[in-house]
């Protein structure tokens, strides 16, 4: 076990950190905070986030990209720590004369100092940028200086089937409140779209792969189904991981446990990691929960590891980043990662 209080181990993490490549396939706060957690360790150069967008919808004429922006709020400090998503002592007084207008999407909470972000994304676009470069650029103003990369370039949004109707990610998960019970997922488009170059040149260069704690369904599905992305997360030579968003039987945040008792798939670590069996080589759970590990390694055929997977703060995903690293140094250097 690798203990902060160690000065020498932690010094020889950070060496082993400042040598190795990492990907973080990141959506939600989750896959937000695991981000948080390499951010800490991991040289800017050295670390790409690669993020969901099929939560990404338009509202007042303005392409809203929630995943990455809670990405980028939280790897900036400029996040709001109660709501865990927005900008920190943001206002609203944009969105309070749309609510007076009763303007169409004003139940989706913009804050002021997001509407300019949305704002500056929308007309860069319209000028033909690319959601990457855009992205790109806005990092860099935040002073967020390691890759954060959209999955894909192309607009592929996630639509909800419901017993009422379809509806749009964003209608059923803040308009709806994930209340209408959910038949199927579908992935608009998601086809059609293509990973982009940026995405399969990081997977390809990262010593580790971590798809992180975010919900497997919401955000880490919608970018495996992007055309190209499991073929370029197969060939990733680098040991791959997967961190269960579970703990207790439980998601810490979101509605996973229910969206997963509608879809009929179960809701246990081994029904997690079977989603990921054919993608990644080991299958991270939570230290409570290591009573799994058997059955997740016998339904699943992979090599499990029990860690300290609840990540409230930066601090807390610094030390399972930290975890993780060593686990791929270990990899590395017996030559056992496929």
Not at 68 to 86: C, E, N
Not at 144 to 167: F, K, S, W, Y
Not at 288 to 307: I, K
Request: aromatic share 4%.
């Amino acid at each position: 076990m690798i203990r902060s209080s160690s000065f020498a181990a932690n010094t020889s993490l950070l060496v082993e950190a400042q040598n190795m490549k990492v990907a973080v396939l990141a959506g939600g706060v989750g896959g937000a905070r695991m981000a948080l957690g390499f951010a800490r360790i991991v040289p800017p150069d050295d670390l790409s986030i690669i993020v969901n967008v099929g939560d990404d919808d338009r509202f007042h004429g303005l392409y809203v990209c929630p995943d990455l922006d809670t990405v980028l709020y939280t790897l900036s400090g400029v996040v709001d720590r109660t709501q865990s998503w927005g900008v920190a002592d943001d206002g609203t007084r944009a969105l309070e004369v749309l609510r007076k207008l009763d303007a169409p999407g004003a139940w989706m909470k913009l804050g002021d100092a997001d509407l300019g972000l949305h704002l500056y994304r929308t007309s860069r676009l319209a000028q033909g940028a690319s959601l990457t470069t855009v992205t790109e650029d806005v990092s860099h103003r935040f002073d967020v200086h390691c890759a954060l990369l959209p999955v894909t370039d192309d607009e592929c949004p996630t639509m909800v089937e419901t017993a009422t109707g379809v509806l749009r990610f964003q209608e059923w998960f803040v308009r709806d409140r994930a209340g209408p019970a959910v038949t199927k997922l579908c992935f608009q488009s998601a086809h059609k779209a293509q990973v982009t170059e940026r995405v399969r040149g990081a997977l390809r260069a990262a010593d580790l792969v971590v798809l992180a704690p975010s919900n497997p369904y919401l955000s880490v599905l919608p970018m495996l189904e992007v055309g190209g992305m499991r073929e370029a997360l197969h060939q990733a030579p680098g040991l791959k991981v997967a961190v269960s968003p579970l703990i207790g039987g439980r998601a810490i945040k979101g509605p996973l446990v229910k969206l997963m008792s509608d879809l009929g798939v179960g809701s246990s670590n081994s029904d997690i990691a079977a989603s990921y069996s054919d993608l990644v080589n080991v299958f991270v759970l939570d230290e409570g929960d290591a009573q799994d590990a058997a059955n997740v390694s016998h339904r699943c055929a992979l090599q499990v590891e029990a860690m300290h997977t609840l990540i409230p703060d930066g601090a807390r995903a610094e030390v399972l980043a930290r975890r993780l690293i060593a686990l791929a140094s270990t990899r590395r250097t017996t030559g056992a990662a496929r």
